[in-house]
């Protein structure tokens, strides 16, 4: 039981180890709820859900209905675990901190405004979920529930998202660092 909780307070683990517990976890997920990992739905559950409130008819829609259900829906509650689990990982190894994106590789690239680092984070987000959107999915439901299942379409996107990756920061950094 002491290796266990010394493993659990290291501030960083083995990739192997957090690859083969990640492929657990996803085993597990099916296992138990029937869904395998998955998360960007639930933006569009909640943002359906205050849709529900403000304009009942323009979330009256086959989309809103069927396709992506307005709500809280397990995605939610996957997300806020998520959100549980790295609080309680960062305050086991100590390493927990809050900043406003401090890092000096961002201020070399987007200046001391802190509003910039911000845009720019947001910015990407929207970008990367409206890709999602149009993928039908998200990286976590593709990249490891597809690639636990050997899914050749898991794989080529994991290569997609590695090289557009390496080229936006390529692009960014302009080789700075």
């Known amino acids: 039981m002491k290796w266990i909780i010394a493993q659990l307070r290291k501030e960083s683990w083995s990739p192997y180890t957090s690859g083969a517990m990640l492929g657990l976890v996803v085993v597990f ?5 029937g869904h395998s990992l998955g998360a960007s739905g639930s933006f569009e559950n909640v943002a359906g859900g205050l849709l529900k409130v403000i304009s009942p ?8 209905k069927h396709i992506m259900p ?9 997300l806020i675990g998520v959100f549980l689990g790295s609080l309680a990982a960062s305050l086991l190894s100590s390493s927990f901190k809050l900043s406003a994106n401090p890092d000096f ?40 529930s597809g690639g636990v299942a050997l899914a050749p379409a898991a794989f080529i996107f994991i290569t997609g998202m590695f090289i ?5 920061t390529m692009l960014i950094y302009r080789r700075k660092f």
Request: aromatic share 16%; net charge positive; with cysteine.
């Open 29 to 33: 997920s099916v296992w138990l709820t």
């Open 57 to 64: 008819q323009a979330a009256d829609t086959l989309y809103w």
């Open 70 to 78: 307005a709500g809280i829906s397990w995605q939610v509650y996957l």
């Open 105 to 144: 590789q961002w201020r070399a690239v987007w200046g001391p405004q802190a509003w910039k680092r911000w845009l720019a984070a947001f910015v990407g987000a929207i970008i990367l979920e409206y890709g999602a959107g149009i993928a039908g999915g998200c990286t976590s439901g593709l990249a490891i």
């Open 164 to 168: 557009s990756g390496i080229l936006v």
